[in-house]
């Protein structure tokens, strides 16, 4: 189990500095023991706000975080559990909505057991108007990064922290829908911790509280867009693509073009992103259970300003890969931050798995995030460039491609085999298909071939 901080410990974990905001007096009428005329519940509320010294379980307030502006959502655990209720409620819509009038980012840090029993139906309401404060956040293009302390259950978790732009989680944090208290027996344990939620790419990263103040600070920046106290404005400049990280002259021939983009030897993605980028934090899984160890969503940073990328390593992308593409870019359109993608892989993967995780409308979900992001898209062919599963991460205006880059429409065995030809053939294809670098560029599928010293 994660050590329960309180309120107070983590605002002073966190934070450079914190001013707490009152929320505006509703006309909702006080009731005693609250809306169901729950005995006792008063009761019980003056207890915690005793043995706490809060009112409620939630404050919120303006705050820094490394230097960046922000408001921030603080859930007091000992307050009741960190259950929601109405004043609640009323407390997390109106952090949201400062967030949204000042146009800082909203940090959440959240350690909740649920809705709050003693108001019923009012309380399990209070979820609903936390998803229409999420929809206006994030139409006005206002970040949330959350944080998911022990423990964070029931609707805080499926709202608050699972609604949230990038989640990040204190290992051995209970983080699950379902409490202790109410899951099934036989249930295995790990799937409701923190790390069980990171495996199955609910949760970017997992984060030690020693960490803390210095991964929000990072992400801060990067979700603002490099540079502290705004958010951008306006739509940016398309960013260059990486330079080549190996010098070599056009391939001869289309079969020698493919042996170059499948040698072992060549840069890959990885090497790529780590010269382009100064800092960067990673987007891990796509929100429904799947996870592609194969592609690298995430922000980073290139000359001071912050990129978003997606980058196949050389595997055959599945279906999670091309969902984490989409979510990451759409993320970025909806902040203003212009996207590189870095595209290698040999295509979809084609095993029944992947037909069952949903692999065309996955490959289908990629194109469009891509085909209707607002922010400039760039694309830069480092190896293999497979048919669809290769093109889906290109920006249909905006691709480079390296000296060591094909993009075909088939693998050239497989095209030789749908022919009927041997396969020693499959050079013969290879030319046929056009698929060199030079070839692409000819063929307006590239705009060019990058070096070691320019696009």
């Known amino acids: 189990m994660a050590e329960r901080l309180t309120a107070r410990e983590v605002i002073a974990l966190v934070t450079d500095d914190f001013t707490r905001l009152r929320t505006p007096a509703t006309d909702a009428p006080l009731l005693p023991d609250g809306p169901l005329g729950w005995a006792g519940y008063d009761a019980a509320r003056a207890r915690a706000a005793e043995q706490t010294g809060e009112e409620e379980s939630v404050l919120y307030g303006r705050a820094t975080i490394g230097g960046h502006s922000v408001v921030l959502v603080v859930f007091e655990f000992g307050f009741l559990g960190g259950s929601l209720g109405r004043a609640a409620g009323d407390r997390l819509v109106a952090a949201y909505r400062a967030a949204q009038a000042a146009r800082v980012p909203l940090v959440s840090l959240v350690a909740t057991g649920g809705s709050r029993m003693q108001e019923g139906m009012i309380a399990l309401t209070q979820l609903q108007r936390v998803a229409e404060a999420t929809v206006r956040l994030r139409?006005?293009?206002?970040?949330?990064?959350?944080?998911?302390?022990?423990?964070?259950?029931?609707?805080?978790?499926?709202?608050?922290?699972?609604?949230?732009?990038?989640?990040?989680?204190?290992?051995?944090?209970?983080?699950?829908?379902?409490?202790?208290?109410?899951?099934?027996?036989?249930?295995?344990?790990?799937?409701?911790?923190?790390?069980?939620?990171?495996?199955?790419?609910?949760?970017?990263?997992?984060?030690?509280?020693?960490?803390?103040?210095?991964?929000?600070?990072?992400?801060?920046?990067?979700?603002?867009?490099?540079?502290?106290?705004?958010?951008?404005?306006?739509?940016?400049?398309?960013?260059?693509?990486?330079?080549?990280?190996?010098?070599?002259?056009?391939?001869?021939?289309?079969?020698?073009?493919?042996?170059?983009?499948?040698?072992?030897?060549?840069?890959?993605?990885?090497?790529?992103?780590?010269?382009?980028?100064?800092?960067?934090?990673?987007?891990?899984?796509?929100?429904?259970?799947?996870?592609?160890?194969?592609?690298?969503?995430?922000?980073?940073?290139?000359?001071?300003?912050?990129?978003?990328?997606?980058?196949?390593?050389?595997?055959?992308?599945?279906?999670?890969?091309?969902?984490?593409?989409?979510?990451?870019?759409?993320?970025?359109?909806?902040?203003?931050?212009?996207?590189?993608?870095?595209?290698?892989?040999?295509?979809?993967?084609?095993?029944?798995?992947?037909?069952?995780?949903?692999?065309?409308?996955a490959i289908a979900d990629a194109f469009t995030a891509i085909a209707g992001a607002r922010v400039p898209v760039t694309s830069l062919l480092v190896g293999e460039g497979g048919s669809g599963g290769a093109l889906a991460l290109a920006a249909r205006d905006n691709t480079w491609t390296t000296p060591d880059g094909y993009f075909s429409v088939i693998a050239p065995e497989l095209a030789a085999a749908i022919l009927k030809r041997t396969p020693e053939h499959a050079g013969v294809t290879a030319d046929q298909l056009r698929l060199r670098p030079q070839d692409l560029v000819e063929l307006g599928i590239v705009r060019g071939i990058v070096t070691r010293d320019a696009p």
Not at 163 to 175: E, H, I, K, T, Y
Not at 219 to 246: I, K, Q, S
């Open 139 to 361: 139409a006005a293009g206002v970040p949330h990064v959350t944080v998911l302390r022990d423990p964070s259950t029931g609707g805080g978790w499926a709202t608050v922290g699972a609604g949230a732009d990038v989640v990040l989680a204190l290992p051995s944090a209970q983080v699950a829908f379902a409490g202790s208290r109410v899951r099934p027996r036989d249930a295995d344990p790990a799937a409701y911790t923190a790390e069980g939620q990171w495996e199955c790419g609910q949760v970017d990263a997992l984060v030690d509280p020693t960490d803390l103040r210095a991964t929000l600070s990072l992400w801060l920046r990067l979700l603002t867009g490099g540079a502290p106290g705004g958010l951008p404005e306006e739509t940016p400049d398309p960013v260059p693509p990486p330079r080549a990280l190996a010098e070599a002259g056009p391939p001869g021939t289309g079969w020698e073009a493919v042996v170059r983009a499948r040698s072992a030897g060549r840069p890959r993605a990885g090497a790529y992103l780590d010269a382009y980028f100064t800092a960067r934090a990673t987007v891990r899984g796509d929100r429904a259970g799947g996870v592609d160890p194969g592609v690298e969503c995430g922000f980073g940073l290139h000359e001071g300003r912050t990129v978003a990328y997606a980058a196949q390593d050389g595997s055959a992308t599945r279906p999670a890969g091309f969902r984490t593409v989409a979510r990451l870019v759409r993320l970025a359109d909806r902040l203003g931050i212009p996207v590189l993608t870095l595209i290698d892989t040999p295509g979809a993967s084609n095993d029944a798995e992947a037909e069952r995780a949903g692999a065309g409308p």
